[in-house]
C-alpha cells in the first residue's frame, strides 16, 4: 500500500481543505439520518442509484463497512452563502470530482477497492436535463462514472460525529459575519479504504 501521507496530500492538492484518516469503527450510522430522505421527501429520492431507495442504505453501509478498516475523511471549506444559496450545484459538482479524485490515487496507491461517497445526489449534479438516470434504465449506464459518487445522506452517515471525530469545528449550519452574510461552512467527503 501507498503512504498514507500521500494520499492525505493528493486530496489537500485536490481541493480538500482538510484530510484526516480514521478507523471505520469511528464511523456512526444512523437509521434516521437516512430516513430524512424519505420523509421529508428529498426532492432526490428515488432519482440515482446513489440514493434511497436504490442504495444499500444503512444496513449495507455497515456490511460494506467491515470490509475496510479505515476512511480518509475530508472537508472542503466554502463562503456559507454559496453552500446556502440555490445555485450551489457547481460546488457539489467540485466535491464529488474530489472525491473521486482521491478514490483514483488511492487505487494507484494500492487501495484497488477504494470506495468513495460525497454529498448531494448525482443525478442532480451531472444529469439534471435528463428525465431518467441513465444508470436506472434497463441496460443503462452513468453517464459520469469518473466522477458520480453515492451521497453519504441516503447510508446514514452521521458527518457531524465524523467532524466532531476529526477534531475539526462542525462549521455545518452556523453563519458569522454581519448579519449572516459572512463566514464559511463546510461540505464533506470520504473515501474507504481497506
Not at 46 to 53: D, E, K, N, Q, T
Not at 102 to 125: Q, V, Y
Request: charged fraction near 25%.
Amino acid at each position: 500500500m501507498g503512504n498514507i501521507a500521500d494520499l492525505l496530500d493528493h486530496a489537500r492538492r485536490l481541493g480538500a481543505s482538510e484530510a484526516v484518516l480514521l478507523a471505520t469503527e469511528e464511523l456512526e450510522v444512523k437509521e434516521e439520518l437516512a430516513a430524512r430522505c424519505r420523509e421529508p421527501r428529498c426532492e432526490n429520492y428515488g432519482l440515482s442509484p446513489g440514493c434511497p431507495p436504490h442504495s444499500i442504505g444503512p444496513l449495507g453501509f455497515r456490511r460494506l463497512l467491515q470490509e475496510y478498516a479505515r476512511v480518509l475523511f475530508f472537508h472542503i471549506e466554502v463562503p456559507a452563502k454559496v453552500l446556502y444559496s440555490s445555485d450551489n450545484r457547481e460546488l457539489f459538482q467540485f466535491l464529488h470530482e474530489v472525491a473521486a479524485g482521491i478514490e483514483e490515487e488511492a487505487h494507484h496507491l494500492g487501495w484497488s477497492r477504494a470506495r468513495a461517497f460525497a454529498g448531494d445526489s448525482c443525478k442532480r449534479l451531472f444529469c439534471e436535463e435528463r428525465k431518467v438516470c441513465p444508470a436506472l434504465s434497463p441496460g443503462g449506464a452513468c453517464r459520469f462514472p469518473r466522477l458520480a459518487r453515492p451521497s453519504m445522506s441516503g447510508y446514514g452517515i452521521d458527518v457531524g460525529h465524523l467532524m466532531r471525530r476529526a477534531g475539526w469545528e462542525q462549521k455545518m449550519g452556523k453563519l458569522a459575519g454581519n448579519g449572516g452574510q459572512g463566514g464559511t461552512a463546510s461540505v464533506c467527503g470520504l473515501v474507504l479504504l481497506g
